[in-house]
């Protein structure tokens, strides 16, 4: 059993979405943690235990960001995190996964497909320890966990796409 420990200094998670149908607005959750169990020589036996802050949504954009912690969106008062707990992990390539999982925001769970990309192991040369990298991408439709606040366009379309694409990184200090 390897014990992973994350180092969230090399560690984020990102995201984008459609703004006014022709640009990407982008932000990141500053404060998560990421509990991972299992052996790192047998990626498909893990298990994985994302908490996210909801609250720690940034895009750089005060009012925005404040939008997105109201009930129109996170509605962080009443919902504080986002929880996603893997269901299984199938390997795919030699360096890449499929990793099924039960994603929950407010207080609606489905289960979601997302591509693992396994960076490999590094000796630390600062400190001598041994880490490991993955990459994690996928997409979410917000509207299915009840984020539906939308506004139509003059121009037809609307303000913000239903689509929302992850982007993580996560390095562990493994044991």
């Known amino acids: 059993m390897t014990t992973f420990t994350l180092d969230k200094v090399h560690s984020g998670l990102e995201f984008q979405v459609k703004h006014m149908m022709v640009a ?8 998560f943690d990421v509990a ?8 498909e036996d893990l298990n994985v235990d994302v908490t996210v802050d909801a609250a720690s949504i940034s ?6 960001d404040g939008h997105l912690r109201s009930a ?4 962080v008062e009443n919902f504080e995190t986002i929880k996603i707990k893997s269901e299984s992990i199938k390997r795919l390539s030699d360096d890449e996964y499929e990793m099924t999982a039960q994603v929950t925001i407010k207080d609606v769970t489905n289960t ?14 600062m400190d001598g320890s041994t880490v490991a990298g993955f990459e994690v991408t996928g997409k979410v439709n917000r509207e299915a966990y009840g984020l539906t606040w939308n506004a139509p366009l003059e121009t ?3 303000l913000v796409g ?3 694409k992850l982007n993580a990184n996560f390095e ?3 044991n």
């Open 24 to 31: 990407k607005a982008k932000g990141e959750f500053k404060n």
């Open 36 to 43: 991972v169990t299992g052996d790192i020589n047998n990626l």
């Open 59 to 64: 895009t750089n954009n005060d009012d925005r």
């Open 72 to 75: 129109d969106f996170f509605d």
């Open 112 to 125: 979601e497909k997302f591509v693992v990309e396994f960076n490999g192991t590094s000796k630390n040369p």
């Open 156 to 158: 037809g379309g609307v």
């Open 162 to 164: 239903k689509d929302v």
């Open 172 to 174: 562990f200090i493994l």
